[in-house]
Each structure stands twice: as C-alpha cells, then as structure tokens.
C-alpha cells in the first residue's frame, strides 16, 4: 500500500511540474506516448526502489 501512495504522490508531483512549465511557457506542452509512458514507468520504478530501501 506504500509504494501505491509514493507513487501516485510522485506521479501528482510529475503532473503539477508540468502544468506550471505549461504555465510558465503560456501554451500546451504536449507529451507523445512513446515519452510519457516510460517517465510514469520510472517514477513507479523510483517509488518502488525508494519503498524497498525502507525494508
């Protein structure tokens, strides 16, 4: 249940970082699949090595 919470917390992260880029920039940003799928890969990857450092 942990590494479900630190990754939808990393995830949200990920998320408002891009909207206030999008923000800052005054227009879209728009992400292709092939990009976002792994980045959202990784994050999951880095809240499940971060939950097992813990144990």
């Known amino acids: 249940m942990e590494l479900f919470g630190r990754g939808c ?3 949200l992260i990920f998320v408002g ?3 206030v880029l999008a923000i800052m920039a005054g227009g879209h940003i728009t992400i292709p699949w092939f990009i976002f799928l ?3 890969a990784f994050i999951w990857y880095l809240a499940y090595k971060k ?3 813990k144990d």
């Open 9 to 11: 917390l990393y995830s």
């Open 17 to 19: 970082v891009m909207f």
């Open 38 to 40: 792994p980045i959202i």
């Open 51 to 53: 939950t097992n450092e």
